[in-house]
Structures are given as structure tokens and as C-alpha cells.
């Protein structure tokens, strides 16, 4: 029986046809972002939201919309939308960029430019360009602040800073600066689609039925354990997420990735219940050998079953989760689809679900925005829907900076809370604060 990515790249095939340079096939990983958008009832999509506040008047709206212009022309993934096809998922490509700079206005007089801008993403249409910048001024503090948000099925963590970079070298070029020749567009064309093809057969290839053994056994005590969504649950004036974050003192070499699996099933003991398998997504990869590096989304999920161990709070200890975390990573290029075929047709009655969500970053790999040698200060926009029922945020560096957001439909703030107090503990804070 062919794979699921030996059947999608065949049906990519016969409705691609000739269309090959306007029709590009997708990865495992968008085609986990795009069928999750088509399956929601809202066809809300995942979003990357990066904020940047400026002086007042540091920005030159048409400057910047000139500049975001000449960037999306450059990467076939900011000038594309994904969309599915017959069924088929796929990344349709402009042959000109169609991104925006947006003012959105207030709805009261005096409105925090959060709220504004909570609003703004909250009306995000799926069918509009996958890059789009908002602007809004908050005059409390003098400032401008930038919204740098992109569609997640186009771009994944490792290319926002690259973004971001690109973005300041595009704003210093000449105001009515042209457009990338054709001949230059048409190679990263070409260098993307190789790419993605490159990742397929990577995703093909892994995809043997000693993998998906592997994966059925490794998942096959995993349930979904958050419980359903229920509006009612949100206090009455309370936006859709809570959040917490932290600032921790940083060990020697940063904390490992087995070590910060281990602190989250702390936080999911408090959410869920000792002796749980809670499945726990996390992104994973990079750009297939030999690939340019292209912007674009190729990064994996892979599920951690985290075991959260028996009431006083033992568990399998970081040694036996680094072990098991080294094994998952020779399977890592199996998408995350098959990984949930697999599970299910080995009697398992999980169907996908996640009941958190972890990511991972190097602070040296975040480069402020700098507009004409103005650097901006990044600040966080709390409150927005969440895809899960919980997600944490590591930023490694100097210290470590810890964030976690909740759906509150999903989890009250009161357990919540608890479980951010589990994970900073585990992680040995010497202090940290909740809002």
C-alpha cells in the first residue's frame, strides 16, 4: 500500500499538470497546518505574530509597505496562499506580491493598542495574503507599534528571523526601489520547489512499516486528556487566553530539550492527573540536505508522550526521557499524519489531538527589528485565541525567558497557574511573575 505521502504526491501530480510554477505540492508539516484550517468550522488558521514598538514617527507607512513589497516578491512562500484543491492540499503562487500595511482604527476613544490589535488578528482572512504588517499608534506611551504577522502554513520558527533581517535591509533600500528581476524570483522559484520536493522525499522515504510500528507502540497508551472547550467557562469580560511568563536564572549550556520535555510534564500532572500519557507536540527539523535555504515551513511535529507519573510527582526521570527522545529522532522525518494512521491502526482511539504544545528558541536567533537604524523593542500581545489547551515558549540565552498561554475555554486560570508554578520549579527559578 503506498504511504500517505507517496498518495499525496500522486495526486499532486495529475491536478498540478502543467501548473507546476503556480501550483507547488506542501510538506507534511503545511499540510498539517492547511488541513487544520479547513477542518475548523471558523477556518481560523494558525498564526506567527511578531510585535515591534517604535518611537512615534519613526515609521513611514509607505516607505514600509514598499519595503514588505519588495520582500514577499523575494520568497515564493510570502507570495503564495495555501488553499486546498480538490482535496488536495497546495500552495498557490501570485505571480506579483499581494501584501498589506494596515491602520486598524479603535473602537472606542482611548482603546489600548492591544485590543486593537487582538481585533485586527481576530478578523484575519484565510483567503488574504499569508504576510501582512498592521500599525497602531498608542499614545499613552509614544509609540508605534508593528504587527509582522504571517500565516503559519508559509513559514515556520526558523525563518522569522530571517524575516525580520530582511525586512530592515528592505526599508533601507530606496523608497520607490523596483521590484526582483524575474530571473531572480523564477531561481528561488525553483529553489523552493526543489526544497519542498527534497522534504517529500525525505517524508516518503521515512515512511517504512518499521516506522510506523515504532510510532504505534511509542503512542498507543496516549489520550487526549483537556477536556472539550466550553465557552461558558471564560469569566465574563476575560479574553479568549490567560498567560504567564517568567525570567529564569540560565544553566551552563541552556537547559536541554530532554530537560525541558521532562519540566512540562510537571505542567501536565497539575492540568491532567498523575499517571497520564499526555500527548505534547513540539516542532522539529530543518531544510532537507542540499536544500536552499529557503523561507518556508519544514519543520514537523512530533509527539512526546509525557508520562506525568504518580501523585507525589515521580516519573520517568530526564535520563529515561532524553533516551527515548534520541529514539523518536530517527523517526522524526515521518509527517505527523502517518504518525496518527499509524497509531489508529493499531487499535488506539487517539485521533491527533494535542493536549499541549512546546517550542523552542536561541535568543541570539531573534535579531530586533531595525527600521532606517531605529532598533524596536519586541513586546508580547497577550490574550489571543490559542490553537491548544496550553503552550510553552522557551527563549534561551543570557536567561531564560518562559512563557506559557492557556485556552480558558479549555483550562481555568486557577489550575493553570499552578501548572506554570510546576514548570518554573522544575526548571529551578529563583523568581518569576504571572499576569
Known sequence: ??????????????????????????????????????????????????FFAFPSGTIDPERLRAAVRRLAARHTALRSRPTVVRGTPVLSVAADPDVSVTRPTASVPGEPPADTLRRALASWDAQGPVLRLFLVHDEERAEDVLAVVLDHAACDGRSLARIVDELGAAYAEEAAGSLPAPGETEAELTAYRDAVLGQLAAE????????????????????????????????????????????????????????????????????????????????WGGRPTGAEPVIGCFLNTLVFPVDTGHAHGDGPGTEATADAWWDDLDRADVPFDAVVAAVRSAGSGWTGGLDGLLTVDDDTRRPPLVLDGVEGREVHVDGRPVRGPFAVSVTQGAEIRLRMVWDRAVLDDETAHRAFDALTHALRPSDHTVR
Not at 498540478?16 to 488558521?45: E, I, K, M
Not at 537547559?255 to 500519557?277: Q, W
Request: aromatic content about 6%; proline content about 12%.
Open 1 to 50: 500500500m503506498l504511504s500517505i505521502t507517496s498518495q499525496y504526491l500522486a495526486r499532486y501530480r495529475r491536478l498540478a499538470g502543467d501548473r507546476s510554477d503556480t501550483l507547488l505540492p506542501v510538506t507534511g508539516a503545511q499540510r498539517r497546518f492547511v488541513l487544520v484550517r479547513a477542518l475548523d468550522p471558523t477556518g481560523r488558521p494558525d498564526l506567527v505574530p511578531m
Open 204 to 283: 516518503e522515504k521515512a515512511e517504512t512499516p518499521e516506522s510506523a510500528a515504532y510510532w504505534a507502540d511509542r503512542l498507543r497508551t496516549v489520550r487526549t486528556h483537556a477536556p472539550s472547550p466550553r465557552p461558558a467557562r471564560v469569566p465574563e469580560g476575560a479574553k479568549p487566553s490567560g498567560a504567564a511568563q517568567a525570567r529564569l536564572p540560565a544553566h551552563d549550556g541552556g537547559v536541554s530539550f530532554p530537560g525541558l520535555l521532562d519540566a512540562c510534564r510537571s505542567a501536565a500532572r497539575e492540568l491532567y492527573g498523575p499517571d497520564r500519557a499526555v500527548p505534547l507536540g513540539y516542532p
